[in-house]
């Protein structure tokens, strides 16, 4: 369920976007953020802290800085779950042949036909 938490918030989803073009800093990830949400270098922080909780990002020690980057391994389950809904949503709807419809245009038909013919014969036997 980390994953899902983790993918929720617009501000995380934005921050891997900007990690799938390459490994960033927090002060890169702020600057790119910037445009679209101000935000703070903590507040990216703890983003990120979250996303690496979910192993979507790992942090690797590069002397005093940290470059994060992007791991997709946990977004398999995320992609399992929507094939699964795609699968189930077209198994309990087969595809409806052709011949299927004309069946049923003609039983509409021969039903419409039915009930003019009793209603003519309704109308007779009052008349008479």
């Known amino acids: 369920m980390a994953v899902y938490d983790a993918i929720a918030d617009p501000v995380r989803r934005r921050i891997l976007r900007s990690?799938?073009?390459?490994?960033?800093?927090v002060v890169d990830l702020r600057e790119a953020l910037a445009?679209?949400?101000?935000?703070?270098?903590?507040?990216?922080?703890r983003h990120l802290r979250v996303l690496a909780e979910a192993g979507l990002v790992v942090a690797d020690e590069r002397g005093r800085e940290r470059?994060?980057?992007?791991?997709?391994?946990?977004l398999d389950e995320?992609?399992?779950?929507?094939?699964e809904l795609r699968s189930a949503r077209h198994a309990a709807r087969p595809p409806i042949d052709d011949s299927m419809l004309d069946a049923l245009d003609t039983e509409v038909h021969r039903t419409k036909r039915e009930r003019r013919t009793t209603a003519l014969v309704d109308e007779q036997e009052e008349s008479a």
């Open 19 to 25: 990690l799938a073009d390459g490994p960033c800093r």
């Open 35 to 45: 445009a679209h949400h101000p935000i703070s270098r903590p507040a990216v922080s």
């Open 67 to 74: 470059h994060y980057r992007f791991d997709a391994t946990p």
């Open 78 to 83: 995320v992609r399992e779950f929507v094939h």
